[in-house]
């Protein structure tokens, strides 16, 4: 009886025994594999740091992982595990925590490298994304602002991009967003509204996250003292930004802004029918623009019959919407024209000013002075064009073909034939 009982406690000691020398070995081997960890990650951020290491697009074999706000630690194992980065997903969810990974992902765009252990790949995803930093002139159309972010590496669909411009909904949050009034004739409905700034985009950025960040710092720029002008001079906020692209297509100059927007305001105020019609050039270029044509400073009569409610000579008061994007001058300008001020025309003198008149006479007389100096830039514009398309056809050409590079050796002397 006694031996038995000994035996069970022998074979219950022996168990703890075991257990406690695996607790010893579980405790040693995992201090040293975090000590191996540390020193890993250690020589690893040294590297980044001295740039020894670089993992952008550029680098050979890099994979891309795009981490979307609100992924958690196993949407991105599955990521991983989809692009051939991990064997094992739970794995990687187990050592993300046990490693302290888990909420220091960052969301965006990260390049790693097939091979890379589990931790390094974690670290790698715990960096700034890759981004992409664009400059956005004040007077761009949304349809060169596309292209703009397209040049810059984003890889948004356009008909993504088109349906979020056209869908106010997703963006009520927005004071100015709210008050817009829809109309079938607008191009697209928040133009107007991408104000033009520097901003950083994740090359993957969705079409609806690249406009919200827009408008967000749209929304920090439309102080309330705006709103509460525009009610003052009985326009409503989306009219002040139509007409405010009018100003900022016509000039560039923040004085000339002034006048220019006291002259719009002074026709749109006439009791003269006539001076309803904005006959702003700024308008018939932007449907040129539309049409896939160059902007001309010398109008036909065929552009001035083009029928488009964007016509400001064919339709009267402001146009259905913005034809771009404004900056802050040209708000301010159509919010606080230049006061006392009769003028009902203007004409671009072509050396980026602009010639005043109040009456229709006045105006032909100044348009009769600088028209030479508009066809001459014309004129000029029009060569420009054609020696770019030109440079660009011969850049192709080489592309295709690069053996048109290959250069010619010189400074030999030419061989003399044998006789």
């Not at 996250?209 to 749209?218: K, M, Q």
């Not at 270029?285 to 964007?310: A, F």
Request: glycine share 4%; proline share 5%.
């Amino acid at each position: 009886m006694f031996s038995k009982k000994l035996k069970i406690a022998f074979r219950i000691l022996l168990v703890l025994v075991l257990l406690f020398a695996f607790a010893v070995m579980g405790v040693y081997f995992g201090y040293n594999y975090v000590l191996s960890q540390e020193k890993r990650l250690d020589d690893l951020k040294e590297k980044i740091a001295n740039e020894e290491i670089v993992i952008d697009k550029d680098t050979p074999g890099a994979v891309s992982v795009l981490i979307e706000t609100g992924d958690m630690t196993s949407d991105i194992a599955q990521t991983l595990f989809e692009k051939d980065l991990i064997d094992n997903t739970f794995v990687f969810s187990l050592m993300s925590k046990i490693n302290g990974f888990d909420g220091a992902y960052m969301a965006g765009t990260h390049y790693v490298l097939p091979g890379m252990s589990y931790d390094e790949i974690m670290y790698f995803l715990t960096l700034e994304p890759e981004s992409v930093t664009v400059v956005f002139p004040e007077g761009m159309t949304y349809e060169q602002m596309k292209k703009k972010l397209h040049e810059a590496g984003l890889t948004f669909s356009d008909e993504d991009m088109d349906r979020c411009m056209d869908s106010p909904d997703l963006f009520v949050d927005y004071k100015f967003v709210s008050q817009i009034v829809l109309d079938e004739n607008r191009d697209h409905v928040l133009s107007g509204y991408l104000f033009p700034d520097t901003y950083e985009f994740d090359v993957n950025a969705s079409a609806e996250s690249i406009v919200n960040t827009f408008l967000a710092n749209t929304d920090a720029k439309l102080y309330d003292e705006y709103y509460e002008r525009a009610e003052a001079i009985g326009m409503s906020l989306d009219e002040v930004i139509t007409l405010a692209s009018l100003i900022q297509t016509e000039t560039s100059r923040p004085l000339d802004m002034l006048y220019i927007s006291a002259v719009f305001h002074n026709r749109l105020a006439s009791d003269d029918p006539s001076m309803h019609l904005m006959s702003s050039d700024a308008s018939i270029n932007y449907l040129r623009e539309m049409m896939g044509l160059e902007k001309h400073l010398v109008l036909t009569s065929e552009d001035l019959n083009i029928d488009s409610p964007y016509n400001t000579y064919k339709y009267p008061d402001l146009p259905p919407g913005p034809i771009c994007m404004p900056g802050i001058d040209a708000i301010q300008a159509a919010l606080y024209p230049e006061p006392n001020c009769n003028f009902y025309y203007f004409c671009a003198t072509g050396d980026g000013g602009s010639a005043y008149a109040v009456t229709l006479e006045e105006h032909e007389a100044n348009v009769a002075m600088y028209r030479e100096i508009w066809e001459q830039q014309d004129r000029e514009a029009e060569q420009k064009r054609i020696e770019e398309e030109e440079k660009r056809r011969r850049e192709e050409e080489r592309r295709k073909n690069p053996a048109l590079t290959t250069p010619v050796p010189t400074g030999s002397p030419t061989p003399t034939p044998a006789t």
